[in-house]
């Protein structure tokens, strides 16, 4: 499984509940990269959604311990339920998408993170493990800068060489 997040340039993510910044370039790089795959979230990033309806074209995985049944998404009530719900799918084709403590919950799970990085300080509330800074992860990949919406970003990737089956 990966992860796919967008930070500032103090792995902050967000602050409340919402995203630090507008990034066309990055929303198309992560429609790109989840369009008909499973993305799974925590509650509180479903309820970030517009009307906090769930992304269209993608198999959503929501754990939201306590929370109802709905149509429009599978909803699990803990990791465990998470786990064998998740070996329905290929590991390839599963994205945690947030929020802070379901990253920071999966993150030894995933074999990669697609990071974007975004050259400016968003004044973030949460934050994103520093992938930098922890030595199984090493950064195999880095696009050249672009600028989207006044903001430079790059496009990177982390590979895990110590992941833990889920």
Known sequence: MKAIVAVDKLWGIGKKNDL?????????YFREKTLNKVVVMGSNTLKSFPGGKPLKNRTNIVLFPGGESRDDCIIVQS??????????YAPDDVFIIGGAMFYK???PYCSEVLVTKVDADGGA????ENLDNKPEWSCISESEPIETNSY?????????SRVKEF
């Open 125 to 128: 509330e949460v934050f994103y």
């Open 79 to 88: 990791l465990e339920e998470l786990s064998a719900e998740l070996k329905k």
């Open 152 to 160: 430079k970003i790059s496009f990177t990737i982390y590979q895990n």
């Open 20 to 28: 630090l910044f507008s990034l066309p370039a990055d929303m198309a």
């Open 105 to 107: 919950t999966m993150l």
